[in-house]
């Protein structure tokens, strides 16, 4: 009976061989596009699954207020987590790993090979005992007790010793301070799937630089820069956890936070929800995720709405057949079985096609989305349960209705030619107007998304980022060689002028508080400070506002600062007012105890020292100390576009000449600040691909509605002709039966899409505004892509030859 069913569907695909085309090339698509967007949503989920105690895991978060101001950070004070699990019971151990502040590129040197490295971090010895890591060689048992130890990828062992071994080889390691030898311990498979994104682990008990640092610091309200993570016991209540660790927290930090001026309060993150909901994050990466599910699901359900109607579209053939059958003693469940069972094989097909489909777009969709999938690295059981769940759910839903639908006529009725037809013309311009309405939201989406990243790109930020070149002074001997390099580099032709800092735009700076005399500290505001040479505003374009520059004299404006406007404003000053003011801060101490005060010497113009996820925060500019001197972790150079290669050899020689501990690198401040929105950018990408797959779909499935349209009313039209009607008369009369329902869907989707869009645009301290034009310009592209897919098969049936269709009459 079985076999039978499938030589029937068979039959009957080869009868209508184009609607069965559409229907299996759209399914297809359909599916092939689904299945591509659930394997990079199971790369998403994947993070971080692959530690055996991940639901003991916690990382520590602070948030900090101080008046208005408030911030979660995900971060806390060095000294915070091994005191938990000193002090409290439910912690069994903690783990601190954290990278050097300020520095994205560590120095690693080994024999004559020397090079800048990313991702480097120091970590307590528990780090193995957290997370899970494949170790090539060594062991996890005790591999970062011991100080000056190291553990390192497989990709950086390769770099340093080809195929030789590593471990136990020594290698010298400069994470922005002196730097020291470390010995090779162990050697991990490169992290894949982690939050944690790391080249190299140095151990905390290491001598020296931040490592002793941060293990010897006793600070409980300020230094929060440290990634704390600790396990609890099992059935663990994290609430009450949570408050003895503030309780813990006020025994050793409360009058130290009142100096601050700030309160600090700690929370747990489970390690699980780090890489997709972390509450620290603006915009986190499970909203997008969201989005590309909703996508793939209206792509999944826009294929089989195409093949429900174009199957209840040609009920009227299929009803004679199924009416025959019924007088012959068919029973309705047989029926409905063989009309599932064409569901079925229609499906089966799409999917075999669909999955070619992935093997050859799946190259081309990692470069789209930055990943390296392959379905040989997924979880074959879950990818297989996928597509096993994919193909009934489609088949069921797509095969369904046409089966119960036809198979509920009398036979009587049908073999009269007396079938209604209304409830299933009905049902497909529902149809019809669901599948607008789902692409029309997607067009606006991607419209506004392309919108908001123009405006990222394009917004004035405060200061010129263009033609910017960054040189990182990455040792203590390049940092203490910025007056010569200077002299130098301002020698190349196509260097304008040059400037140093210890921070630029989208890097990290330091915070600290300034409060006014006579206010206390807890009416302080917080800022973010930057040792800068004085003539930095003038490279970057900074203007001011108000009062002057820093001097050239370094002696002469020791304890001068230059405030942005934002900061004016939250002391309670006007620009003009500020300068000549002095504020205090709650970090530095005079030698009698009193604070170390600061003059406001000059006001300049906010600039978006962060993304435009951030508001902008009060900051300011000072002169390095004396006893620092000109001493900056960065030249910025503005520089003449032309023959810039010969200008980055000229730069490269000079630094050659001078500074003979680190080599020569670079890069540009506008491309640096654009991969802020990296995260944007791929969603960007992928709504944007997946929303023209959409549409494609739905003009699919009216392209085979209006073909099967224009079969049926062939005569029609041909009648029409003959009694006088123009080319144009017909192709407006068949068309405007396909744009009711997608004006309808229009009318629906607008409410949806602005809401949808405007919680989006909720992540963004800096939007740009959300217009009327957004969904005029989507109605408008719905619309014409409607109408230009219905009126070529209207224009072809009316340009037929009456006689031709009128002959059997």
Not at 776 to 782: M, Y
């Amino acid at each position: 009976m079985l076999k039978n069913h499938f030589i029937l569907a068979i039959r009957n695909l080869r009868r209508n061989k184009t609607y069965s085309l559409i229907t299996i090339l759209g399914l297809a698509l359909g599916v092939a596009c689904c299945l591509l967007l659930v394997l990079y949503i199971e790369d998403e989920v994947r993070y971080d699954a692959q530690h055996p105690q991940l639901n003991s895991l916690y990382r520590v978060v602070t948030h900090m207020a101080r008046d208005t101001q408030s911030e979660d950070l995900a971060v806390c004070s060095p000294p915070l987590a091994q005191a938990m699990a000193d002090e409290l019971p439910e912690v069994t151990a903690a783990l601190r790993l954290v990278s050097a502040p300020g520095v994205s590129e560590n120095l690693v040197r080994f024999e004559d090979k020397t090079f800048y490295e990313p991702n480097g971090y120091m970590a307590d010895s528990t780090l193995f005992d957290f997370f899970s890591f494949s170790f090539v060689e060594g062991t996890p048992v005790q591999a970062l007790s011991n100080p000056n130890t190291v553990v390192i990828t497989t990709t950086l062992a390769h770099k340093l010793f080809g195929d030789a071994s590593a471990l136990d080889r020594v290698i010298a390691i400069n994470q922005g301070g002196p730097g020291g030898d470390y010995k090779i311990t162990g050697v991990v498979k490169d992290l894949d799937h982690s939050h944690i994104q790391a080249n190299f682990f140095i151990s905390l008990t290491s001598s020296g630089g931040w490592t002793e640092f941060i293990r010897t610091s006793g600070e409980w309200a300020g230094q929060n820069f440290v990634p704390s993570y600790i396990k609890l016991t099992g059935g663990s209540d994290v609430q009450a956890v949570e408050k003895k660790m503030n309780d813990v927290l006020a025994r050793h930090g409360a009058e130290a936070m009142k100096t601050f001026g700030f309160t600090k309060t700690l929370t747990l993150e489970p390690v699980k929800d780090i890489y997709l909901r972390s509450s620290v994050d603006k915009n986190p990466r499970i909203v997008y995720l969201y989005i590309v599910g909703a996508i793939a699901t209206f792509i999944l359900l826009i294929a089989c709405i195409n093949f429900i109607n174009l199957t209840t579209a040609r009920a009227t053939r299929r009803a004679t057949e199924i009416g025959v059958r019924k007088v012959m003693g068919a029973f309705r469940g047989v029926l409905i079985r063989q009309l599932l069972a064409e569901a079925m094989l229609v499906v089966v097909v799409a999917v075999i096609i669909s999955l070619i489909i992935l093997e050859i777009t799946l190259p081309g969709f990692n470069t789209l989305v930055g990943k390296s999938i392959s379905l040989q690295t997924m979880p074959s059981l879950s990818f297989l349960f996928t597509l096993l769940a994919i193909t009934l759910l489609t088949g069921l839903l797509a095969g369904s209705y046409p089966a119960f639908y036809l198979t509920s006529f009398s036979p009587a009725v049908v073999l009269k030619n007396k079938m209604a037809v209304g409830s299933s013309g009905s049902l497909r311009k529902g149809l019809v107007v669901f599948q607008f309405s789902v692409a029309i939201v997607l067009v606006c989406g991607m419209i506004m998304v392309s919108q908001q990243l123009s405006y990222i790109r394009e917004k004035e930020l405060g200061f010129d980022a263009k033609a910017k070149v960054i040189v990182p002074l990455r040792t203590d001997a390049a940092r203490k060689a910025y007056a010569t390099l200077k002299q130098a580099f301002q020698q190349q032709p196509a260097v304008k002028k040059l400037s140093g800092a210890d921070y630029l735009p989208g890097q990290y700076w330091n915070d600290i508080v300034l409060f006014r005399p006579g206010k206390t500290r807890e009416e302080g505001v917080g800022h973010f400070m930057n040792n800068v040479a004085h003539d930095l505003n003038d490279v970057l374009n900074i203007r001011l506002t108000a009062g002057r520059p820093l001097s050239p004299n370094l002696a002469g404006d020791q304890g001068k600062i230059i405030i942005n406007e934002a900061s004016a404003k939250a002391l309670g000053f006007t620009p003009t007012q500020a300068i000549g003011q002095r504020v205090e801060q709650s970090f530095f101490k005079n030698a009698d105890g009193t604070p170390v005060s600061l003059e406001i010497v000059g006001v300049m113009q906010d600039f978006h020292r962060t993304s435009l996820h951030d508001p902008i925060s009060p900051a300011f500019f000072m002169a390095p100390s004396l006893g620092q001197g000109e001493s900056f972790s960065n030249v910025v150079l503005d520089v003449r576009t032309e023959s810039f290669a010969k200008t980055i050899e000229g730069l490269k020689a000079d630094w050659n000449k001078i500074v003979s501990d680190a080599p020569f690198e670079y890069s540009f401040l506008d491309q640096s600040l654009q991969q802020q929105y990296t995260q944007d950018q791929k969603a960007s990408t992928i709504i944007t691909t997946f929303t023209v797959v959409a549409f494609m779909l739905c003009c699919l499935g009216l392209y085979g509605l209006s073909s099967y349209v224009a079969e049926r009313r062939v005569k029609e039209i041909g009648v029409r002709k003959v009694m006088g009607a123009s080319v144009q008369q017909i192709v407006t009369l068949m068309s405007s039966e396909f744009m009711k329902p997608v004006c309808i869907a229009i009318v629906l989707a607008v409410p949806v899409a602005w809401y949808a869009i405007d919680k989006w645009l909720e992540g963004f301290a800096y939007k740009t505004p959300l217009s009327v034009f957004v969904f005029i310009a989507g109605a408008l592209i719905a619309l014409s892509v409607a109408w230009l897919t219905v009126s070529f098969e209207s224009l072809r049936a009316a340009l037929r030859n009456p006689a031709d269709a009128l002959r059997n009459e």
